[in-house]
């Protein structure tokens, strides 16, 4: 069964960083894109960055280009999203995701959500 879990969020001053893990299970890194996304309250889920199975990556929101980074340790099945300089507008609900396994376009960005994780809040205040 293949299953993602978002960890690390929680409460960080504006202008401080956090990390947050996405470890994966029943796959390997290196046979699916992983997408970091958002949803803040009242608005729709927003893709963020992805990083295809063959390690490239891609930003999809210029407000967090310069302030976020993903990453991955193939060995800890774990993608990585760092975030700095958090603002209040990051205060949301952060979730990775893989493309459904069936599909051809699993390995390349972007990330078409088939099988997300549970989410990890993340609470930016100023």
């Known amino acids: 069964q293949l299953q993602l879990v978002e960890s690390g969020g929680g409460l960080v001053q504006s202008g401080g960083s956090q990390r947050l893990s996405c470890t994966v299970s029943?796959?390997?890194?290196?046979?699916?894109?992983i997408g970091w996304f958002r949803q803040v309250s009242g608005q729709e889920r927003e893709g963020l960055l992805c990083?295809?199975?063959?390690?490239?990556?891609?930003h999809y929101r210029n407000a967090v280009k310069d302030r976020f980074t993903i990453s991955r340790d193939d060995a800890k099945i774990t993608v990585y999203l760092q975030m700095n300089n958090l603002k209040p507008e990051d205060t949301g609900t952060y979730y990775c995701?893989?493309?459904?396994?069936?599909?051809?376009?699993?390995?390349?960005?972007?990330?078409?959500?088939?099988?997300w994780g549970q989410g990890t809040q993340v609470t930016v205040s100023s």
């Open positions: 990083i295809s199975a063959s390690g490239v990556i891609h």
């Open positions: 995701a893989i493309t459904d396994p069936r599909s051809e376009y699993r390995l390349n960005c972007p990330v078409l959500g088939g099988i």
């Open positions: 029943g796959f390997t890194l290196d046979t699916h894109a």
